[in-house]
C-alpha cells in the first residue's frame, strides 16, 4: 500500500540523547515534512524539503536537523533531546495536489 | 505573517443535529484550504480541499465546506452528526511556498 512509514512508532528517550526519526514514502513525492503535534497547539512544522537534496526551516526548527538525501527518505534528528521535545511527530508528503500523512512517532523525552 | 484560527476549542454536538466548525485564516492571496480530521491516536485524514472553481466543496463521510473571500473563512458543515464523527478537527492552509499552516484544531464532542 502506498503511503508513509515512521519508525519507531513511539519512544522513550533520556535528555541528552541523540536521537532519528525515520520518515519513508513510496509515491516519489518531492516534497516532504515534518511537524510535531501539541495538545492545544495544532500541528506546527519543523522542517521541509521541496525536492531531495534541498531543506528548508519551518515554524519551529530548532534542536532539529533533517537530510534528504534521496526521494524517499527524510529522516528528523535530534542531536541533544530536551523534554520540551517530547511530542508527536508526523512525517508528510505532497505531489502538488495534495498531502499525505505518515502515523505518527510519539516521542516521550525524560 | 499568514495564520489559522478556529475559534472554537471544544464543541458539543448532539446526534443527529447539523454541525459547523469554523476556520478563518489571514493570507494575502487565495490560499489552498483544507480540512483534516484526527481520531484519538491516530493520524491525519484529509475531509476536504479547495484549490479553486465552485466554493462549496464536498468531501468524505458526508462533510462539506464553503469558501468565503469576503470573509477570510473556510468552514465545515455536516447536517446530521454521527457518533463516530466525534474527533478533532483541523483547519489548514497552504503557504507560498507549499507548506501546511494548521490551526489549533477544535474537538468535536457528540452527546447521545
Known amino acids: 500500500i502506498a503511503g508513509i512509514t515512521q519508525a519507531p512508532t513511539s519512544q522513550i528517550l533520556a535528555a541528552g540523547r541523540r536521537m532519528t526519526l525515520r520518515c519513508t514514502q513510496d509515491m516519489r513525492h518531492n516534497a516532504m515534512y515534518w511537524y510535531r503535534q501539541d495538545l492545544g497547539l495544532g500541528l506546527r512544522l519543523i522542517h521541509y524539503s521541496n525536492t531531495a537534496g534541498t531543506t528548508g526551516k519551518g515554524e519551529v526548527p530548532d534542536g532539529y536537523s533533517v537530510s534528504r538525501a534521496n526521494t524517499d527518505d527524510f529522516p528528523l534528528t535530534l542531536a541533544s533531546a530536551v523534554p520540551s521535545q517530547t511530542s508527536v511527530y508526523f512525517c508528510?508528503?505532497?505531489?502538488?495536489?495534495?498531502?499525505?500523512f505518515g502515523s505518527g512517532t510519539r516521542l516521550t523525552v525524560v | 505573517a499568514q495564520s489559522v484560527t478556529q475559534p472554537d476549542i471544544h464543541i458539543t454536538v448532539s446526534e443527529g443535529a447539523s454541525l459547523e466548525l469554523r476556520c478563518n485564516y489571514s493570507?494575502?492571496?487565495?490560499?489552498?484550504l483544507f480540512w483534516y480530521v484526527q481520531s484519538p491516536g491516530q493520524g491525519l485524514q484529509l475531509l476536504l480541499k479547495y484549490f479553486s472553481g465552485d466554493t462549496l466543496v464536498q468531501g468524505i463521510k458526508g462533510f462539506e465546506a464553503e469558501f468565503k473571500r469576503s470573509q477570510s473563512s473556510f468552514n465545515l458543515r455536516k447536517p446530521s452528526v454521527h457518533w463516530s464523527d466525534a474527533a478533532e478537527y483541523f483547519c489548514?492552509?497552504?503557504?507560498?511556498?507549499?507548506?501546511?499552516?494548521f490551526g489549533k484544531g477544535t474537538m468535536l464532542l457528540v452527546s447521545p
Open positions: 489548514a492552509v497552504e503557504r507560498g511556498y507549499s507548506t501546511l499552516t
Open positions: 493570507y494575502g492571496a487565495t490560499p489552498y
Open positions: 508528510a508528503s505532497s505531489d502538488g495536489r495534495g498531502y499525505t
